[in-house]
């Protein structure tokens, strides 16, 4: 089945530091790759939609300067999230879609970030 | 808009015994649903999903739903509980918003299942 790799799994950092999350399609092309966050006993929260080759589009209330999001190819979108503050602190999940209608979304395992 | 409600944010069962997990959903056009499992510090896992095709879907692991329009639902059942079935379930709902929005997934809160031997 279709696979999605995000790196790193795990981070830990210093607030102020910006942190870079990567979101791979391992096994087919992504036009359309999601990224969404998950506090502590919430749901998922769609951050913003990336398509490959355009401009990310965000959702209300996320700082597109500071979720910033590269879509550069099929297989890859990056997130990076600068100068983090502990209430960045979330479990950060990318999915991908090959973008046709009623696909479902393949997801990474996400990214626990965790801001000191 | 879309929208997704999950009723019961937790469901104990005893093994053995259905699972019914609710979920009602909001949308101004056809919707495409569906059911997520998320284990402990895991990633979400597709159960089934509904795309306008039979109103009962069947799924992974003995899972079922069935939508039903005049109730805008899509209930999650399984006949018979196992442990192995302890987990959070979300369901979700996703429209064609068109343009670069294709796809967006809803997300409702989440039913965290226990299943007691």
């Known amino acids: 089945g279709a696979v999605v790799s995000q790196h790193p799994s795990w981070v830990i950092c210093k607030s102020g530091t910006s942190v870079k999350i990567e979101c791979r399609s391992l096994d087919f092309q992504a036009t359309t790759m999601f990224w969404y966050r998950q506090f502590p006993k919430q749901s998922l929260m769609l951050m913003a939609t990336s398509n490959e080759g355009s401009k990310a589009t965000y959702e209300q209330g996320v700082e597109k300067d500071k979720f910033l999001i590269n879509h550069a190819s099929l297989t890859l979108s990056t997130l990076t999230v600068t100068s983090a503050h502990p209430e960045d602190s979330s479990l950060y999940i990318c999915?991908?879609?090959?973008?046709?209608?009623?696909?479902?979304?393949?997801f990474g395992d996400g990214t626990r970030l965790s801001i000191l | 808009a879309q929208s997704v409600t999950q009723l019961g944010s937790h469901v104990s069962v005893s093994e053995g015994a259905l699972v019914l997990l609710r979920c009602n959903y909001s949308s101004s056009v056809p919707p495409y649903l569906f059911w997520y499992v998320q284990y402990p510090n895991q990633g979400l896992q597709l159960l089934l999903k509904y795309t306008s095709a039979a109103t009962l879907v069947k799924g992974i692991n003995g899972f079922e739903a069935e939508f039903k329009k005049s109730e805008t639902s899509f209930h999650l059942t399984k006949p018979s509980a196992h442990m192995s079935d302890a987990a959070e379930y979300f369901c979700?709902?996703?429209?064609?918003?068109?343009?670069?929005?294709?796809?967006?997934?809803?997300f409702g809160q989440g039913t965290i299942l226990t299943v007691h031997p």
């Open positions: 999915t991908a879609t090959k973008g046709s209608m009623g696909q479902p979304q393949h």
């Open positions: 979700a709902v996703s429209t064609d918003a068109g343009g670069t929005s294709y796809g967006k997934l809803t």
